[in-house]
Nanobody, 127 residues
């Protein structure tokens, strides 16, 4: 079991940056692949970025590739999402999630494969 708490969301102007954090409590954070997902009003939850247990493998959704960076600090039980050059289309509630599936360098893109979710943090980008 792992509990996840996101922070770092807020209101930012287009072109600005935000850094989201997700603090995990519970057992063996390094045993979980982690992911960031987002849900905009009226839309389904979508994949943003994922990272393997070791941090050695990552993947990004096409709309955020080159602008967002996912990272993790297993010593601090935290995963981060650095978001740069934000635009209005990035406005959404951002969720972090954890899954025990896969190996040390496996990334998991499918949100249905994630067992644990945070409560979400709102990101609003004004144009």
């Amino acid at each position: 079991q792992v509990q996840l708490v996101e922070s770092g969301g807020g209101l930012v102007q287009a072109g600005g940056s935000l850094r989201l954090s997700c603090a995990a409590s519970g057992r063996s954070f390094s045993s979980y692949a982690m992911g960031w997902f987002r849900q905009a009003p009226g839309k389904e939850r979508e994949f943003v970025a994922v990272i393997s247990r070791t941090g050695g493998s990552t993947d990004y959704a096409v709309p955020v590739k080159g602008r967002f960076t996912i990272s993790r600090d297993n010593a601090k039980n935290t995963v981060f999402l650095q978001m740069n050059t934000l635009n209005a289309e990035d406005t959404a509630v951002y969720y972090c999630a954890a899954t025990p599936r896969g190996g040390r360098n496996t990334i998991v893109v499918d949100p249905t494969q994630y067992n644990f979710w945070g409560q979400g943090t709102q990101v609003t980008v004004s144009s």
